[in-house]
Each structure stands twice: as structure tokens, then as C-alpha cells.
């Protein structure tokens, strides 16, 4: 099975700050890779698929980028309601892992 | 709007059994694949199954097979997931989640509010 390994595991930041949030694989998956944010008590949300494209409705501050094995997510400016856990997912082969998410506190 | 509802989840018996629904509304049902994602309380988000846009494709995490099936019903428009052998860590929110791909999964652009299954004695 294909571990995916985030890091860090919990974030502090500031409303303007750049932050970037990587995820290493076990093993080459090329760029079948996704990253989701998640609100308390709310669903997950796409952001990128495929490493590094955005998904539609998606403000331009979230990027991704990566392939083979190390991705990141990175958010330009933070803004408030981007204070959430962050998953990334591979689909490269079954079992569709994610990684065990990242927390972007104030 | 694409929706999905899911339904099904509650509390039952270590060893029990569940059958959990998802119904879709607002897309082509049959021209996507699906899949199940579980959370359990103040944990990560975890794979639990998905399904080709036929059925004819299945797919579990090793935690669950052979305890879990994932079906769909494509003229009703509805997911499902029974669960038989329930165990305490299957305790958690059950997400049904739209793929944005057909035969296989890509990633999932739609989910639902999420059901809360709890296994306990």
C-alpha cells in the first residue's frame, strides 16, 4: 500500500502569510495526487487535483505542485477562512490513501 | 447544484449490520464513479470504497473487505454501503462522494453532509 506522509501535522500562521504544506509517498505516483480542505464539522472540499491543477471555484491563492513522489500545497495569502485541516490523496492505485492531514491554526 | 444525501447511519451492536444510502440528484449518476470516505471522531479521512460508474468495478480498503459492499443503483439514482460485522473502529461519519471520473477514481469534486454510524454495546 502506498503510505502518504504530510507534514507538518499541525501549522500556525497569520491572515497574509504564504504557508506551504508537503506530502511525500511512498512510492512514485506521478501526479495522481489531490489535496481537500475540511472545516470543523463540515465536508471535505477539493482544491487541486492532479497536483497541480485548480478546481473551479477555487480562489487563485491555492496552488499545488510536484510529481513522482513530494507534492505541496501552498496558499499565497491567508485569509481567514482558510484556518482548516488539510488532506492530501493519492488515486494512483487502490487503497486510496491520504495523508493524515494538516491543521493551519491562528 | 449537484446533492448528495446520505442516509442509514446509527447507533448498532458490535457484530451488527448497517446499510447506508446516498441519494443523488442534479448530474448524470450513471456517468460517474462513487465512493464512500469515513471519519472517525477527531481523526483523519479515511477510504473506504468506490465503484465504477456501471458497478461493474469495485473496490474496498483491506479494513473493510470482506464486512463492506459498495452497490449502486443507477434508475434510482442512489449509493450504497452495507456494512455487516460492525466493529468499535468502524465508528465514524460516513462521506458518500462524487468522483469526477468514470471507470476508475480521479478525485472527488462533490460530497454529502456526511451520516454518523456508532458501533457500541
Known amino acids: 500500500d502506498i503510505q502518504m506522509t504530510q507534514s507538518p501535522s499541525s501549522l500556525s500562521a497569520s491572515v497574509g502569510d504564504r504557508v506551504t504544506i508537503t506530502c511525500r509517498a511512498s512510492?512514485?505516483?506521478?501526479?495522481?495526487v489531490n489535496w481537500y480542505q475540511q472545516r470543523p464539522g463540515k465536508a471535505p472540499k477539493v482544491l487541486i487535483y492532479?497536483?497541480?491543477s485548480l478546481e473551479s471555484g477555487v480562489p487563485s491563492r491555492f496552488s499545488g505542485s510536484g510529481s513522482g513522489t513530494d507534492f505541496t500545497l501552498t496558499v499565497s495569502s491567508l485569509q481567514p477562512e482558510d484556518f482548516a485541516t488539510y488532506y492530501c490523496q493519492q488515486t494512483y492505485t487502490v487503497p486510496y490513501s491520504f495523508g493524515q492531514g494538516t491543521k493551519l491554526e491562528i | 447544484e449537484v446533492q448528495l444525501l446520505e442516509s442509514g447511519g446509527g447507533l448498532v451492536q458490535p457484530g451488527g449490520s448497517l446499510r447506508l444510502s446516498c441519494a443523488a440528484s442534479?448530474?448524470?449518476?450513471?456517468?460517474?464513479?462513487m465512493g464512500w470516505v469515513r471519519q472517525a471522531p477527531g481523526k483523519g479521512l479515511e477510504w473506504v470504497s468506490s465503484?465504477?460508474?456501471?458497478?461493474?468495478?469495485?473496490d474496498h480498503a483491506d479494513s473493510v473487505k470482506g464486512r463492506f459492499t459498495i452497490s449502486r443503483d443507477n434508475v434510482k439514482k442512489t449509493l450504497y454501503l452495507q456494512m455487516n460485522s460492525l466493529r468499535d473502529d468502524d465508528t465514524a461519519v460516513y462521506y458518500c462522494?462524487?468522483?469526477?471520473?468514470?471507470?476508475?477514481?480521479?478525485?472527488?469534486?462533490?460530497w454529502g453532509q456526511g451520516t454518523l454510524v456508532t458501533v457500541s454495546s
Open positions: 465503484i465504477s460508474g456501471t458497478g461493474s468495478r469495485t
Open positions: 462522494a462524487k468522483d469526477k471520473g468514470y471507470g476508475h477514481a480521479w478525485y472527488f469534486d462533490y
Open positions: 512510492q512514485n505516483i506521478n501526479s495522481h
Open positions: 442534479d448530474f448524470s449518476f450513471s456517468s460517474f464513479a
Open positions: 492532479d497536483a497541480s
